[in-house]
C-alpha cells in the first residue's frame, strides 16, 4: 500500500495579477520525491502552502494527514526545512545553532545538545561544530542548514534547493546525504531543484510543475524507463578510425534505420529480430561490438517541448 506524506486538490494560489498555483492536484507518496520547475513554475508558492504559511486561494492540501488551511502549526511540529538561502548567523557556531533550532522544535536541553551532536556527525560538521560558521564554506553551510533541518527527527524534510553553490563533489556528497536521510533514519523528503540529473539520480518520484500547473507526477523509474531504441557502440579491432562510419553504412543497407550522434549510433527497434541482426551485421563487418543497450528516456525530455521558445531554463547536469 502506497501511503502519502503530501497530498493537494485542486490547490490554487492567486495574486493580484497572477496565478502562481493553477488547480494542482497531486499525491506524493512516502520516500525521496522530487519537485521540477523552471524558476518561476511555482515550487516555492508550493512549499510556503504545504507549511501552512500562505493561505491557498482556492481547493486544499494535507501534509502527513494535517490540513493545511487549519493546521499549519502541527505540521510544522512534524516537518524540517532547509531554505535555499544562506540564513545562518555568522558569529554562532554551528554547534550552538541547531541546539537552539531543536530546542525551539521542542527538544528539552539535554536532548537537544545529544541530537545535535548525533546530528552534526551524520551530516560531516562534527569536527568543524564549534567553529564560528561565518568562516565555513558554502558546502558547510549547507550541511548545517540540512543538520538544523534533521535535529528534532522529523516525520518529513523539505529540502529547498539543497546543492545551490556547491562544486561537483559537493553536489555528489549532498545527494548521497538525502539518500540516506530516508534509507537509514525512514524520513521522508521532498527536495526542489531545476537540475534534472539530480532528481534522477536522487528521487523515488518526481512531480513536475511547470507555470504552476501540473504536468507529470510519476515514479523516477517510470520516467526514465527505456525506449525503443538502441544505442550501439563499435570498435575497430586494430584500433583504427572510421569504425562508427563502417558500422553505420552496413546498417543503412538492412531494413534498419540507424542515425549517428558522434561516436554512437542509435537503431530503432522494429521487431523481435532487431537484436540479431544488429549483431550478425557488425560480425560481418569484422568490428568489435562494444555496447548495445536500450537507450533509456531522461527528465529533460519531459520540458523540450513545453519551454521551446519560451525563454524558461531547466537544467540537464
Not at 499549519?72 to 535555499?84: H, K
Not at 528539552?108 to 560538521?125: I, K, S
Not at 535535529?151 to 556528497?173: I, M, S, Y
Not at 521487431?271 to 541482426?277: H, P, Q, R
Amino acid at each position: 500500500m502506497i501511503v502519502s506524506t503530501i497530498s493537494t486538490e485542486n490547490l490554487t494560489k492567486r495574486y493580484s495579477r497572477v496565478t502562481a498555483l493553477d488547480s494542482l492536484t497531486v499525491e506524493v507518496p512516502e520516500g525521496v520525491c522530487g519537485l521540477v520547475g523552471a524558476n518561476g513554475a511555482g515550487k516555492s508558492t508550493l512549499i510556503k502552502l504545504l507549511l501552512g504559511l500562505l493561505p491557498p486561494s482556492a481547493g486544499g492540501a494535507h501534509v502527513l494527514g494535517h490540513d493545511v488551511a487549519t493546521e499549519g502549526e502541527s505540521i510544522r511540529r512534524l516537518i524540517g526545512y532547509m531554505p535555499e538561502h544562506d540564513c545562518l548567523p555568522p558569529d554562532v557556531s554551528a554547534a550552538e545553532f541547531v541546539v537552539h533550532m531543536a530546542k525551539v522544535a521542542g527538544l528539552p536541553t539535554d536532548a537537544a545538545r545529544r541530537r545535535t551532536a548525533d546530528t552534526l556527525r551524520h551530516v560531516g560538521m562534527f569536527e568543524e561544530r564549534y567553529r564560528p560558521m561565518g568562516g565555513y564554506s558554502t558546502g558547510m553551510k549547507q550541511r548545517v542548514k540540512l543538520a538544523q533541518a534533521l535535529v528534532h527527527d522529523p516525520k518529513l524534510v523539505f529540502l529547498d534547493e539543497p546543492t545551490n553553490g556547491l562544486d561537483p563533489q559537493g553536489r555528489d556528497e549532498m545527494l548521497d546525504l538525502i539518500r540516506r536521510v530516508y534509507k537509514k533514519f525512514g524520513i521522508s523528503v521532498l527536495v526542489t531543484s531545476h537540475l534534472l540529473g539530480e532528481l534522477e539520480r536522487t528521487s523515488d518520484h518526481v512531480v513536475v510543475i511547470d507555470g504552476g500547473r501540473l504536468m507529470k507526477s510519476e515514479s523516477t523509474k517510470a520516467l526514465t524507463s527505456q525506449t525503443r531504441t538502441l544505442i550501439l557502440e563499435v570498435l575497430h579491432p586494430d584500433g583504427a578510425d572510421g569504425a562508427t562510419e563502417i558500422a553505420f553504412e552496413a546498417l543503412q543497407k538492412t531494413h534498419l534505420s540507424p542515425r549517428r550522434v558522434d561516436q554512437l549510433l542509435y537503431v530503432p527497434v522494429t521487431d523481435e529480430t532487431t537484436f540479431d541482426l544488429i549483431r550478425d551485421t557488425i560480425a560481418h563487418t569484422g568490428l568489435g561490438l562494444v555496447r548495445l543497450q536500450r537507450e533509456r528516456h531522461r527528465m529533460s525530455e519531459l520540458f523540450t517541448d513545453a519551454h521551446e521558445g519560451s525563454g524558461q531554463h531547466v537544467a540537464v547536469d
